[in-house]
């Protein structure tokens, strides 16, 4: 099992940018694929982006290609989320988490592990 803590969330006007970082402690850090998940009030959790254990595979939501990239140091136990031209439906609460069986999911039941999450909220 692998403990995951965010930061990084923040408020940030349209068009600006954030980075999101997630700490992992655990031996099984470097090869669990990792993912970030967000969720807004009222919504189910959706998948934002992931990343495959040796970092080569990141593979994102339709809605973030071109605006977030996903990256991870193994070396760090940590994995980052740059969001950039954010907008207002954005914000949510942004959650860091792995999968030990190292699949390429985007389903939320794909993963085992999460953190606490942090807040991302965009105004206009």
């Known amino acids: 099992q692998v403990q995951l803590v965010e930061s990084g969330g923040g408020s940030v006007q349209a068009g600006g940018s954030l980075r999101l970082s997630c700490a992992a402690s655990g031996r099984t850090f470097g090869t669990s694929t990792m993912g970030w998940f967000r969720q807004a009030p009222g919504k189910e959790r959706q998948f934002v982006a992931g990343?495959?254990?040796?970092?080569?595979?990141?593979y994102y939501a339709d809605f973030v290609k071109g605006r977030f990239t996903i990256s991870r140091d193994n070396a760090k136990n940590t994995v980052h989320l740059q969001m950039n031209s954010l907008k207002p439906e954005d914000t949510a609460v942004y959650y860091c988490?792995?999968?030990?069986?190292?699949?390429?999911?985007?389903?939320?039941?794909?993963?085992?592990?999460w953190g606490q999450g942090t807040q991302v909220t965009v105004s206009s």
């Open positions: 990343i495959s254990w040796s970092g080569g595979r990141p």
């Open positions: 988490a792995s999968d030990i069986r190292s699949r390429l999911g985007t389903l939320s039941s794909d993963f085992n592990s």
